[in-house]
C-alpha cells in the first residue's frame, strides 16, 4: 500500500497555523482532477477560512470542534442539475453526489501528502450549511474537510 493511505487518518484538533496559498492550491488542483460523471463535474468546491463563517459552519454540523478550530474548510458540493442534464435521475440522485464524494477524497489525500490534516465530516445539518455558504437550492452540501496542521 502506498505510504499516503497509512499516514491518513482523521484528525479533529488543529494548530491555528493557516494552510498556506500553494498548499491550497495543490488541494484544489488534485480536487479537481477527480473523475467525475460523463466529466460534467457536477460538483463544486467552497474554501472557508474566515473564523466567523467556520464558526456557523461548525454550529450547523452539531458543534463539531474539528470545524470550528481547522483555518480552512472545504465544503464539497454536489449539483444536481448538472448531472440531471445528461443523467436524469439516476444523475440527479448518485452521480452529482459521487462527483463531489470523490473530488473530497482527492482532496484529503492530497493534504495529506502535503503534511496536512483532516476529517471527513459528514454529520450537518443540510439546510444550515446552505444557508451559511449561500448556496442554491440545486447545491447540495455533500461533504465538509476542516483542513490544517495536527
Ligand atoms: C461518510 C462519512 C461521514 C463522516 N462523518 C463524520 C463526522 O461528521 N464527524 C467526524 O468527526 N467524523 C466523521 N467521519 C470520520 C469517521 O468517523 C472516520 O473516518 C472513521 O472513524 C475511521 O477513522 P480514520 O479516518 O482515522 O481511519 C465520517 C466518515 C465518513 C466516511
Do not use: H
Not at 18 to 46: F, H, T, W
Not at 63 to 86: N, R
Amino acid at each position: 500500500m502506498n505510504i499516503l493511505f497509512t499516514k491518513r487518518k482523521s484528525v479533529r484538533s488543529f494548530k491555528p497555523n493557516p494552510v498556506e496559498k500553494e498548499k491550497l492550491d495543490e488541494i484544489l488542483a488534485a480536487a479537481n482532477s477527480a473523475p467525475s460523471a460523463g466529466g460534467l463535474r457536477a460538483r463544486k468546491i467552497v474554501a472557508v477560512e474566515d473564523k466567523k463563517m467556520r464558526a456557523n459552519i461548525s454550529e450547523a454540523a452539531f458543534g463539531q470542534t474539528s470545524i470550528a478550530e481547522a483555518p480552512l474548510v472545504l465544503a464539497f458540493v454536489a449539483l444536481p442539475k448538472v448531472s440531471a442534464k445528461k443523467y436524469d435521475e439516476r444523475g440527479k440522485n448518485l452521480y452529482a453526489v459521487q462527483d463531489a464524494t470523490l473530488a473530497a477524497s482527492f482532496a484529503w489525500l492530497q493534504a495529506v501528502d502535503l503534511e496536512l490534516s483532516s476529517v471527513w465530516v459528514g454529520g450537518f445539518e443540510e439546510e444550515k450549511v446552505r444557508k451559511v455558504l449561500d448556496l442554491g437550492e440545486n447545491e447540495r452540501p455533500i461533504a465538509l474537510l476542516p483542513i490544517g496542521y495536527a
